[in-house]
């Protein structure tokens, strides 16, 4: 793997976090990583003229987002999808413990 020079937009000593308002609404992540890592991102990086921070924003955004949708987004038959929208649309009526949980008065407006 060829080492790619430095940029001066990204220091490779530790950086201090500055305030999200200092850098108009952005934050910072600091990462310690294998030297052979971060060249390999750095590699990648320049094969799509990227920088290691773009191609590290764009790769970590990518992945959050598969994460979360293999969590939230789920695909279903027609049949099936019928099925549980009929479910959803006809809830079964409140039983006793959902109606005593409901009478209940909330930790937070207790005095």
């Known amino acids: 793997m ?9 220091p490779s000593g530790p950086t201090v976090a500055q305030p999200e308002a200092a850098l108009g609404g952005k934050g910072s992540i600091n990462l ?3 030297t052979d890592t971060r060249e390999l991102i750095d590699d990648a990086a320049a094969v799509l003229g990227k920088t290691r921070t ?7 955004r990518r992945e959050a987002t598969d994460v979360l949708l293999e969590q ?3 695909a279903l038959e027609p049949e099936r999808y019928d099925a ?5 649309d006809n809830p079964p009526a409140p039983g006793p413990k959902l109606r005593a949980l409901l009478r209940r008065v909330p930790a937070w407006q207790k005095p």
């Open 2 to 10: 060829s080492k790619l020079p430095q940029r001066a937009s990204e």
């Open 84 to 88: 549980f929208v009929r479910v959803l």
């Open 72 to 74: 939230r987004l789920f």
């Open 32 to 34: 310690r990583i294998e």
């Open 54 to 60: 773009q191609f590290m924003v764009d790769s970590a």
